[in-house]
């Protein structure tokens, strides 16, 4: 029984994230995606539900799995088990390692500067690999929460969308991932049995993201529907009633 259960969970995410392409044009025939496999939870199972889309559908795409190592940073990733996890799954796996000058911008904090150097090495990946779409793992919850850090520390309504158009259209950046909340992904990960990261990044996550994410949890209470809520409205802005 607990087997059916589980099967039918992964087809609801499956369903779920068809339905972000859908609704986005996220993915379309003939596309070569690469993808951002950080070894954490939210890219497995990015690449999963991608791979495993792709076997039931007459719609063809390429996939290019990505892991970008720094070597300055003091975290550990399992590439084994990513190279055979891609491999398992069809996919190519390239490994990219390099190490990040922390200290090209005193006024950011490590984390942000690290994931500059990062996002630079996804973009020349793929373009080397002719890729129009680039893949991340980011979830509903990661969007609501930018959207508080963007409106409450900048002064401005902004996100992550579900895709981005890059360098004059050349590149789009997808996340199909958009409309799973953080703890469908955890479940998710837990019944395809994916491990843990080895060693999590020292510097952590911007403390500026954990206090909106706190402020996200007291607001809810974990509701999902409020959640869910908070993320429509930014498709649903009545401008007569806000300032110019």
Known sequence: M??????RYIEKIEKTVGLAINRYSLIEGGDRVAV???GGKDSLVLLDTLARRRRRLPVTYELFA????????????DVNFMREFCSSLNVPFQLIEMEADLTIDPGKSKCFVCSWHRRKALFNFAEEMN?????LGHHLDDAIETLMMNMMYSGIT???PPSLSMFSGRLHMIRPLILLEKREIDRYAEIREFPAEVKRCPYGEDTTRIKAREMIEQMTSGSSAVKKSIFR???NIHR???PD
Do not use: R
């Not at 892991?67 to 550990?76: C, D, M, P, R, V």
């Not at 890729?131 to 893949?135: D, F, Y």
């Open 233 to 235: 409205s930014m498709s």
């Open 36 to 38: 951002a496999l950080s």
């Open 66 to 77: 990505v892991h970008i190592f720094i070597k300055n940073i003091g975290y550990e990733s």
């Open 2 to 7: 607990a087997e059916k259960e589980d099967l």
């Open 158 to 160: 902004s996100s992550l």
């Open 240 to 242: 007569e009633y806000l």
């Open 131 to 135: 890729c129009g779409k680039l893949a």
